[in-house]
T-cell receptor, first 118, second 112 residues
Framework: GAVVSQHPSRVICKSGTSVKIECRSL??????MFWYRQFPKQSLMLMAT?????????EQGVEKDKFLINHASLTLSTLTVTSAHPEDSSFYIC??????????????FGPGTRLTVT | GENVEQHPSTLSVQEGDSAVIKCTYS??????FPWYKQELGKRPQLIID?????GEKKDQRIAVTLNKTAKHFSLHITETQPEDSAVYFC???????????FGTGTSLTVIP
């Protein structure tokens, strides 16, 4: 099956610094990548949708200048949390999607990144 | 846009019993409905999906039913086992579309 990797799996940073999270589709080309944020025992909150080579589409309430998304290739997307604050501490999950059988977009999730801002 | 609602938010069942999770959607254009299972600290995994041209799909102990008219679909797990304990998410999407709309999740606990 399709594999999506995410790096790092855990990161602790100080308030005010920036953190970059990478999402890679290892064995397929992802036309679209999604970035989610998940709080404990809560659902996946879509932050942004990114298509290769174009600007990401951010969901309402998500600050695009704070959460910078770059999708430079069909296998790599990055999320940079700039000037991180403790309230940015969360579990960030990416997913990669590509057309599967009969045009259905199949979505595969990365393992997630636990960000802790101190 | 699409709005997906999921119920219940938590569900506890005895081992061996059945569990049912229900989702409703608002956009009649949605025609692809995947279900994901997320174990604690792990990534969501696709467990079953259904397209709008069928009313039911089954895979061993898991089945999904779809009622297009009422705009609701359900996940059925029979003969539950402790390893079924996880958070389950429904989603709605459009074939050939790349937008997924997730439900709020159901935390299922199977009591041995």
């Amino acid at each position: 099956g399709a594999v999506v990797s995410q790096h790092p799996s855990r990161v602790i940073c100080k308030s005010g610094t920036s953190v970059k999270i990478e999402c890679r589709s290892l064995d397929f080309q992802a036309t679209t990548m999604f970035w989610y944020r998940q709080f404990p025992k809560q659902s996946l909150m879509l932050m942004a949708t990114s298509n290769e080579g174009s600007k990401a589409t951010y969901e309402q309430g998500v600050e695009k200048d704070k959460f910078l998304i770059n999708h430079a290739s069909l296998t790599l997307s990055t999320l940079t949390v700039t000037s991180a604050h403790p309230e940015d501490s969360s579990f960030y999950i990416c997913s990669a999607a590509a057309p599967g059988l009969a045009g259905v977009y199949e979505q595969y999730f990365g393992p997630g990144t636990r960000l802790t801002v101190t | 846009g699409e709005n997906v609602e999921q119920h219940p938010s938590t569900l506890s069942v005895q081992e061996g019993d059945s569990a049912v999770i229900k989702c409703t959607y608002s956009d009649s254009a949605s025609n692809y409905f995947p279900w994901y299972k997320q174990e604690l600290g792990k990534r969501p995994q696709l467990i079953i999906d259904i397209r709008s041209n069928v009313g039911e799909k089954k895979d061993q102990r898991i089945a999904v039913t779809l009622n297009k008219t009422a705009k609701h679909f359900s996940l059925h797990i029979t003969e539950t086992q402790p390893e079924d304990s996880a958070v389950y998410f429904c989603a709605a999407s459009i074939v050939n579309g790349n937008q997924f709309y997730f439900g709020t999740g159901t935390s299922l606990t199977v009591i041995p």
